[in-house]
């Protein structure tokens, strides 16, 4: 299937949801993005799996990354796309989550040819699956010096509003134990499911952190999610598990966390069992300033975790930017506004040319999240 660059994005968009791409099934699209990559002079394009990473080499004084995974959730009866002329809506599996901002990068790269800071474009597999497939993770381990940059736009669903940042996530399971008895003669025992009150306790008195950073309020929180404990119903349980997830802000190490997580429940068993480190928004940066004045100005804090934490990780500031409600990403009936498309466009292609391109208008983010 041939892909043609010289259409609008909106067009573009529909012809990248119309090829299948469930993950771990990206074969297809990453070809077809790949033959009309590499049919750009000005592009180096290094394909490594079914990912692609095209970049020019303009020697500019700053080199940012713009991005998006090329893989969707597992069909809904939602394709082939379909495109709403009185509404303005595109529905289809992968509108909202993400071909929309694939269309978008694969429209900069093909038009803008000499954009002022050095691009970096980057189409990748495997993003909605389990974490070992990721195909930005295997870029960052195997060429990181692909992903180098002073910047990264990475394209998600964020309904044209910037996200900057990310907060991290870890998992502990807080552990009490006592000693297991017939209930017919309780007294024998010691309840650990009665042990675990002081752990729910604490929990309940637990007042959330609000840190202010680059201007962006952050909100973390801390949260029981899970319980398990019992052994029968006449025994008294020796053992109860309160499984805790805890939203960190990115002025926190993932170390600095987790510290304070086992600090906050001193006296109890901890053991770790997830953990991923937050992002900086960044927003000092000379690339990032212009980014948000180039689209707008309006910057919220990004609350899930995605993959602009990676980019954090290899010393990339990033932010989330793009067409579609991220509410409906993995919904049957995600869809797209297509004049959200166009005016990423623009105003992306503003940043790259440091011209006026024309803006279109684009709803503000309020930070929702799906993560
Ligand atoms: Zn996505």
Redesign the pocket.
């Known amino acids: 299937m041939l892909l043609d660059l010289s259409t609008d994005a909106v067009s573009l968009t529909r012809a990248l949801v119309d090829i299948e791409s469930v993950s771990r099934d990206e074969q297809a699209i990453a070809d077809a993005c790949e033959e009309a990559l590499r049919a750009l002079p000005h592009l180096d394009v290094v394909r490594r799996g079914h990912s692609l990473v095209a970049h020019t080499n303009l020697g500019r004084g700053e080199r940012v990354v713009i991005a998006g ?1 090329l893989d969707t959730v597992p069909l809904n009866a939602n394709l082939p796309s379909r495109l709403d002329e009185e509404t303005g809506l595109l529905h289809g599996l992968g509108t909202c ?2 071909k929309g901002g694939d269309a978008v990068i694969l429209r900069l790269a093909a038009t803008v040819p000499e954009p002022v800071r050095d691009v970096t474009y980057v189409l990748y597999e495997a ?2 699956i389990e974490e070992a497939a990721n195909g930005l993770r295997m870029l960052a381990e195997v060429d990181p010096g692909l992903l180098e940059a002073d910047f990264a736009v990475l394209m ?2 964020s309904n044209g509003g910037v996200e900057a940042g990310c907060q991290g996530t870890l998992r502990v399971e807080v552990r009490t134990t006592g000693t297991r008895a017939h209930s017919a003669r309780s007294w024998k025992g010691v309840n650990a499911v009665h042990a675990a009150a002081e752990v729910l306790n604490r929990l309940a008195a637990y007042e959330p952190r609000r840190p202010e950073i680059d201007g962006l309020t952050y909100h973390e929180g801390l949260n029981a999610v899970a319980i398990r404990g019992g052994v029968a119903g006449n025994v008294v349980p020796d053992e109860c598990v309160v499984e805790v997830n805890h939203r960190f802000a990115p002025d926190r190490s993932a170390a600095e966390a987790e510290a304070w997580v086992r600090e906050f429940f001193t006296g109890f068993d901890v053991t770790l069992t997830d953990l991923a480190p937050g992002a900086l928004p960044g927003l000092d940066r000379p690339a990032a300033r212009e980014f948000v004045e180039a689209v707008g100005g309006h910057v919220a804090p990004k609350f899930g975790w995605t993959d602009v934490a990676r980019f954090s990780a290899l010393g990339v500031p990033a932010v989330n930017y793009g067409p579609g409600d991220p509410l409906l ?1 993995h919904t049957q009936g995600e869809h797209v506004p297509v004049a959200q498309i166009t005016a990423c466009e623009d105003r992306l292609r503003e940043w790259l040319t440091g011209g006026t391109a024309s803006t279109g208008s684009t709803a503000s983010t309020d930070g929702r999240d799906v993560s």
Do not use: F, K, S
């Open positions: 995974h989550d993400m993003e909605e998600e669903p990403a």
